[in-house]
């Protein structure tokens, strides 16, 4: 048996990533969450302010911690994580916790299949946050970021993402997450499986083949940029749901 002795410290989380991505181009970005009275928690505040991202309305719990997670990179095509975040600050969002007169001031708002995962208070949080940015006629952005282990069950996670699917005018999920939340079909099957849904603009991204994209009114598809050596593909999709957003 292998076991590990050290481990350095990182700050990640797939909707602070795109915050931090928005941020590094130019734009103003906020984020939404709770964080445990710990060193963890300031560390995560203060990486983001230094990124630009605006922290004003990340709470402090006095009671849970700061969720952390480990990932064992084995190499760029085999990496674990292992998920810590059962009774943590972030897991004791609410509705509450929202903020309608901080949403209206934005022109997106971005979530992801993660934090409803985490509790059924974060997912209530999640719905009033989606009812409050509709109400102002914000675009939603839902990046699936399929986590199965946060999940109780398969279909839990199916129940819940297409619900929130169904409420997003953007949506950026990998071929695998449509095929996970529809069945085994082709690109465009799944395409018209979240336009029927709803949603104005779907983008099928298909690894480092390319990107499927699709409207009501055309579809097309662009070849991914040849990159000879993959460091880390953690994070990459937020990064391209940052510059997805950026371009639009």
């Known amino acids: 048996m292998k076991i590990c002795q050290h481990f ?7 909707e602070s990533n795109f915050a931090i991505g928005l941020s590094r181009l130019g734009y103003q970005t906020g984020w939404i969450s709770k964080v445990g009275n710990d ?13 630009g ?3 004003s309305h990340v709470h402090t719990d006095e009671s849970a911690p700061t969720g952390i997670y480990f990932k064992e990179f084995r190499n760029s095509a085999n990496v674990r994580v292992q998920y810590y975040r059962s009774g943590s600050a972030a897991s004791k969002m609410a509705p509450s916790d929202i903020d309608e007169n901080y949403i209206a001031k934005a022109k997106y708002l971005h979530i992801t299949g993660i934090t409803p995962a985490l509790s059924t208070s974060c997912y209530q949080a999640i719905k009033e946050a989606i009812r409050i940015a509709k109400s102002k006629e914000l675009q ?15 279909e839990k996670a199916q129940q819940v ?7 997003a ?8 997450e449509a095929t996970y939340l529809f069945g085994e079909k082709g690109p465009d099957q799944l395409a018209k499986c979240f336009l029927d849904l ?6 099928l991204k298909a690894g480092k083949e390319g990107t499927y994209y699709y409207t009501s ?18 994070g990459a999709g937020d990064g391209f749901a940052a510059g997805f957003i950026s371009g639009s």
């Open 8 to 14: 350095s410290k990182k700050i990640g989380g797939a």
């Open 39 to 51: 060193e963890f928690g300031k560390a995560i505040l203060s990486f983001l302010k230094g990124e």
């Open 53 to 55: 991202v605006d922290v």
């Open 140 to 154: 939603v952005v839902f990046d699936p970021n399929l986590r199965e282990k946060l999940w109780p069950s398969k």
């Open 161 to 167: 993402m297409l619900e929130i699917a169904a409420e």
């Open 169 to 176: 005018d953007i949506i950026l999920p990998g071929l695998s």
């Open 198 to 203: 709803g949603a104005e603009t779907v983008i």
């Open 217 to 234: 009114e055309q579809s097309g598809f662009v070849e991914s940029f040849s990159v000879e050596q993959v460091v880390d593909p953690v």
